[in-house]
């Protein structure tokens, strides 16, 4: 099968590297030259790394890279039986891209846009056939993680729904078929972990380290929120946050937090920056503040700060259920797999009863009377009707 991945930065050299690993045949395009230096580069060292840690042979090396070209035109593409697209962030850029491969490739190939929070139907209208087009939403670091969301838009054919799902399956990575909804299904669900720990943190109910050694300890997170937001980008997780508030017409669930608007302006990003919720060293590890005793933590705010994060994030993953934004199994599937959850959020609430969940969203709303804590109307559904989500 013939790939054409668009752009070779970390996302799309990655991808590159999954389906070249995979057997296929692969052509990595940028218009930078360096950019596609750099990524051959890239790949010689993770190659040479997984050499070294005895997961791949020399033969097997020189395989994956043999199946990568590096091209610095569209026109190189015209043999592909998909195409890829992982370039930046701009609905207008993309749909640009994808008029001008689309004079260039067969009829029936797949273009698919890597997009983690635009439109795939609006990214399909710039195509003259955008029954073609679809979502393949991958993971970063695309060979490590297991999860690929795909999202049909409302003009996807079956077709091209079935030939892309079979594809991905084929690369060894764990498909969730997510309806074309703002952050599908993982940056959609994920949003409480990083707002509702925010909250808590501007109510003045606990610190950063405080938050994230709860959820860490009784969660079983292997990053507390804070950790993370600094792990991804403040920029870059604000302006995901922001674009899922903007996009679901202003959802008081998805509000962003001044905390992370602040920090973003005043440039302290998180280790690429040197400075975040935390402050790092050269090496990108958190500088310890040995005036935190995080041993005498009170085991009651521990808990409640958990539980208020963890009912949230259950109550986001109910709702796209509610909404048949994915399935139940996908949606566990994609929280486990795309962002290393320790359990599925719906297995979760199994676990605890719906019944805990409805109550400890309805304490919320009581105290606060904000729309940010109504209840699913799936969960309170399924809590008059004693059901749960696997049985």
Partial sequence: MNIGIIGSGTMGSGIAQVAATAGCKVKLYDTNQAALDKAKA???????????????????????????????????????????????????????????????????????????????????????????????HFFNPAPLMKLVEVIPAIQTSKAVLEKSIQTISDWKKVVAVAKDTPGFIVNR??????????????????????????????????????????????????????????????????KPAFTQKRFAEAGYLGRKSGKGYYDYDENGKIIENSDVTLSAVDESLKEQIFERVLVMLINEAADALFLNIASAKDIDNAMTKGVNYPKGLLAWADEYGIDWCVSKLDELYNEYHEDRYRCSPLLRKMNREHKTFFS
């Fill in 189 to 254: 669900v994920a949003r409480p972990f990083y707002g509702e720990s925010l909250r808590i943190y501007e109510e003045g109910l606990a610190d950063f380290t405080t938050i994230d050694y709860s959820l860490k300890t009784l969660g079983g997170f292997r990053m507390g929120p804070f950790e993370l937001m600094d792990f991804i980008g403040n920029d870059v997780n604000y302006t995901v946050t922001e674009t899922v508030f903007t996009a679901f017409y202003f959802d008081p669930r998805y």
């Fill in 42 to 136: 890239s790949l010689e060292k993770i190659l040479a790394r997984l050499i070294e840690k005895g997961r791949i042979d020399t033969a097997e090396k020189k395989r994956i890279q043999s199946n990568i070209s590096y091209v610095d035109s569209l026109k190189y593409l015209a043999d592909s039986n998909l195409t890829i697209e992982a370039i930046i962030e701009n609905l207008d850029i993309k749909q640009k891209v994808f008029s001008e491969l689309e004079s260039y490739v067969a009829e029936d190939c797949i273009i698919a846009s890597n997009t983690s929070s635009l439109s795939i139907a609006s990214i399909a209208a710039s195509l003259q056939k955008p029954e073609r087009c679809v979502g393949i």
